[in-house]
């Protein structure tokens, strides 16, 4: 059974920095690409970076570029993306993606807040 588990959202002030994680399982990690979605109250889910199964070829939208980065370890099936310099704009539910031969899987979300 295929598990994509986020953690490490919360509250931070603005200029704050967070580390999201996905753990995985259940499907052969290494062989897949792995994607960061984001869903402000209100509005579309978005894409926020995207990273290929060997860790090249990173994509980020444009208002992340500089402050994003995302990674992975294929030791231990995890993602991560580290925020930097937030803004109160950042604020959203974090989602952990991934596209399989089967089907897409949606992890069940992380919140961020970026308020003072």
């Known amino acids: 059974q295929v598990q994509l588990v986020e953690s490490g959202g919360g509250l931070v002030q603005p200029g704050g920095s967070l580390r999201l994680s996905c753990a995985a399982s259940g499907f052969t990690f290494r062989n897949y690409a792995m994607s960061w979605y984001r869903q402000a109250p209100g509005k579309e889910r978005e894409l926020v970076a995207e990273?290929?199964?060997?860790?090249?070829?990173?994509n980020y939208r444009d208002s992340v570029k500089g402050r994003f980065t995302i990674s992975r370890d294929n030791v231990k099936n995890t993602v991560y993306l580290e925020m930097n310099s937030l803004k109160p704009e950042d604020t959203a539910v974090y989602y952990c993606?991934?596209?399989?031969?089967?089907?897409?899987?949606w992890g069940q979300g992380t919140q961020v807040t970026v308020s003072s």
């Open positions: 990273i290929t199964s060997v860790g090249r070829g990173l």
């Open positions: 993606y991934t596209k399989t031969r089967v089907r897409d899987y």
